[in-house]
């Protein structure tokens, strides 16, 4: 068992991995990593490390589950065996299934649904490595997921949670901060429209720590956003690159 450090911020201000409070950790994306899903994305958020894809819209299976003036948005959020310290079930945890759901409402306004009735869109969710934030990093990677599958969309998704540790308000917990910080603040947003599709706390905030974790995260949603941008076109620019050779 490894200890539980004193202090989460140093005397100079920064944090455990010497990120700064309001600092993001090293995002790296990816889009169109598996040849056979309709769309897909990878990130990596520090030391998290997630897979998506996505498949559909097709036809809905059982059939009664169709519905007549929308697609059905499905979401799968899964954790592997090995992507913790102490190797997991693999049988899907409850947790497991509240942040399948979570994600599939946050991603939802965001997806013109109604232009594929009678039709699923369903999306899978791996966590290959976790050190805190795969809620968010889901969300993040499976919008991507879903713009790389074509599937129109209002906006892409954005996610960043906020929180607070050692008494300051911080941007991007790791997995020891969450655990041992006092505060976690998950946000999801459309950049664009500023609208906010995930809003959740665990913990306890004043109102004005609780504002300035909302401003932070929702800072930290829109740096996320642009890496989404450039992954898109990185792969779009390989496209045409290799269509012109």
Known sequence: MSKTPEKLINEKGLRLDGRKPDELRPVKIEVGVLSNADGSAYIEQGKSKILAAVYGPKEVHPRHLALPDRAVLRCRYHMAPFSVEQRKSPAPSRREMEL???????????????????TSIDIFIEVLQADGGTRCAGITVASLALADAGVP???????????KIDGKIVLDLTDTEDKNGEADLPVAMMPTAELITLLQMDGMLTTEEFEEALNLAVQGCKQIYEAQKEALKAKYIEIKEAVQE
Do not use: H, N, Q
């Not at 979570?102 to 939802?108: G, M």
């Not at 969309?153 to 929180?163: E, F, I, K, Q, Y």
């Open 100 to 118: 399948s759901k979570v994600i599939r409402e946050a991603l939802e306004p965001a997806v013109f649904l109604e232009y594929y009735p009678r």
């Open 153 to 163: 969309m209002r906006d892409l998704v954005a996610a960043c949670a906020a929180g």
